[in-house]
């Protein structure tokens, strides 16, 4: 089992967040500077008996002030970000090496073996079942069962003419319905334990049975199976 380190993956985006803030008020820095230089050489050659009006240099400064303030906002809270993401990392480290049951209708094939657990809410009359590739072309149909209650699928990896297929990600779609036409709800369940955590879009992901899996999907967790 692996995982990316907190640090390897959350502190290059902290970096980026924290020198977009930084640049932001080195320029504004250079703005505020280069007005202060033109309101003094202004007030220096303005005319004593027609002076310029203080309203519109209040005004501008009350915007510089806004401004300055905005970007010490954005640092905050590009900062809280940072540690939400490390935080959320950290805590999904703790499903490695356990068992978890994940809504989820992709599985691996893998030597000639692939197995989906799904759950008929009702009595079905019909129960057709359908696996896709990761490109989603369907490469096999199949029937399923009938009765109320939990089930497995397990496929051997072949299409409708026999052709074994490639290990990969496959997924398994299910259209049950009853002798009067009304569906069947059917969701489908992957199960298996957590081998890799890692980082994606700034987003803990965990990696179970090779397929990638959102945190917030899992149903449930099991502690693995003692070896001894």
């Known amino acids: ?20 803030a930084a640049s932001s008020q080195v320029s504004l820095s250079g703005n505020f500077d280069t007005f202060l230089k033109l309101l003094t050489t202004q007030m220096q050659h303005q005319d004593p008996l027609n002076p310029m009006d203080s309203t ?29 993401s490390a935080n959320s990392l950290n805590n999904a ?18 030597n000639g073996s692939a197995t989906w657990h799904y759950s008929l809410g009702a009595p079905s009359d019909k129960t057709d079942l359908t696996v896709k590739d990761s490109k989603g072309r369907i490469v096999y149909k199949g029937p399923g069962d009938l009765e109320a209650g939990d089930h497995t699928f397990a496929w051997n990896g072949k ?16 259209d049950a319905k009853t002798s009067a036409g009304t569906a069947v709800d059917a969701p489908i369940t992957l199960m298996g334990p957590v081998t890799d955590v890692n980082v994606v879009d700034g987003s803990p992901q965990l990696s179970v049975d090779g397929v990638t899996i959102d945190p917030a999907k899992i149903k449930a967790i099991h502690e693995a199976a003692s070896s001894t």
């Open 56 to 84: 519109q240099f209040t005004n501008q400064l009350v915007q510089f002030s806004g401004v300055e303030q905005a970007i010490k906002t954005n640092k905050n809270l590009e900062d809280l970000i940072s540690l939400t």
């Open 1 to 20: 089992m692996t995982v990316t380190p907190a640090a390897s993956t959350t502190t290059p985006q902290t970096s980026s967040n924290s020198s977009s």
């Open 93 to 110: 480290m703790g499903y490695l090496g356990k068992n978890v049951e994940v809504d989820s209708a992709d599985t691996s094939l893998k």
């Open 159 to 174: 299409d409708a003419n026999g052709n074994q297929l490639p290990d990969g990600v496959y997924t398994l779609s299910i």
